[in-house]
């Protein structure tokens, strides 16, 4: 319908959608020690961008939310991506595409969560493949901000037209989380996995008044 901003509509649903995430994460009582870690991989995924700012969407940033996801579990690893975005841009930016940079980031680090819990013995090249793959997806997904926010009208040929523009950065993106997996994937999941084991409490013997 004529009149209707979804551009605005989009991004407030999008807000809406990340409420519900963050109070699901409030209500599920996490342990002091886990936020702290969530806390921490936010700030470093949200750090190692600054630097790439100036390159056609390599970053680091993609390759950390979901080696944290795949290590720590969908919760954190939405936490870790949705963070980043927040953090990076206080120093590079905000605006109504905050909303879905935090979205997109953390639901590659809830999908590699989920990964890690399907196929927890997947192997490097397996988790290579999906940071490559989520080159494109986040790309895809930040389209639709940009499509219904700026291009009128919203039609099939203007949609195809929006993605087919974005090719070349997302094919950047995609590559670049390859690189940065295949240089440090494997050395950053075994780091995060001895400190996942130290937040992990397992009784060796029933605790009192237990059977």
């Given at each position: 319908?004529?009149?209707?901003?979804?551009?605005?509509?989009?991004?407030?649903?999008?807000?809406?959608?990340?409420?519900?995430?963050?109070?699901?994460?409030?209500?599920?009582?996490?342990?002091?020690?886990?936020?702290?870690?969530?806390?921490?991989?936010?700030?470093?995924?949200?750090?190692?961008?600054?630097?790439?700012?100036?390159?056609?969407?390599?970053?680091p940033t993609?390759?950390?939310?979901i080696?944290s996801?795949?290590?720590?579990?969908?919760?954190?690893g939405?936490v870790?991506?949705?963070?980043?975005?927040?953090?990076?841009?206080?120093?590079?930016?905000?605006?109504?595409?905050t909303p879905?940079?935090?979205?997109?980031?953390?639901?590659?680090?809830?999908?590699?969560?989920?990964?890690?819990?399907?196929?927890?013995?997947?192997?490097?090249?397996?988790?290579?493949?999906?940071?490559?793959?989520?080159?494109?997806?986040?790309?895809w997904?930040?389209?639709?901000?940009?499509?219904?926010?700026?291009?009128?009208?919203?039609?099939?040929q203007?949609?195809?037209?929006?993605?087919?523009?974005?090719?070349?950065?997302?094919?950047?993106?995609?590559?670049?989380?390859?690189?940065?997996?295949?240089?440090?994937?494997?050395?950053?999941?075994?780091?995060?996995?001895?400190?996942?084991?130290?937040?992990?409490?397992?009784?060796?013997?029933?605790?009192?008044?237990?059977?």
């Amino acid at each position: 319908p004529a009149g209707i901003n979804w551009g605005l509509m989009a991004t407030g649903m999008m807000g809406g959608l990340l409420a519900l995430w963050y109070w699901g994460f409030e209500q599920g009582g996490a342990a002091a020690r886990e936020i702290a870690v969530i806390a921490v991989l936010g700030t470093v995924a949200a750090v190692g961008r600054i630097p790439f700012a100036a390159l056609p969407n390599i970053q680091p940033t993609t390759f950390i939310v979901i080696v944290s996801g795949f290590v720590f579990g969908p919760r954190a690893g939405f936490v870790v991506g949705s963070t980043a975005a927040v953090v990076a841009n206080f120093f590079l930016g905000h605006g109504p595409w905050t909303p879905w940079q935090m979205f997109t980031w953390g639901l590659s680090g809830a999908t590699a969560g989920l990964l890690g819990a399907v196929f927890p013995r997947i192997g490097p090249w397996g988790l290579a493949v999906f940071s490559f793959l989520w080159g494109y997806l986040y790309g895809w997904i930040m389209n639709l901000w940009f499509w219904t926010a700026f291009i009128h009208p919203l039609n099939l040929q203007s949609f195809i037209a929006t993605y087919a523009a974005s090719f070349w950065f997302d094919t950047c993106h995609a590559v670049g989380n390859l690189f940065f997996y295949l240089l440090l994937g494997p050395g950053v999941i075994r780091v995060l996995r001895r400190y996942h084991r130290r937040l992990t409490v397992e009784y060796l013997v029933p605790p009192a008044g237990g059977n």
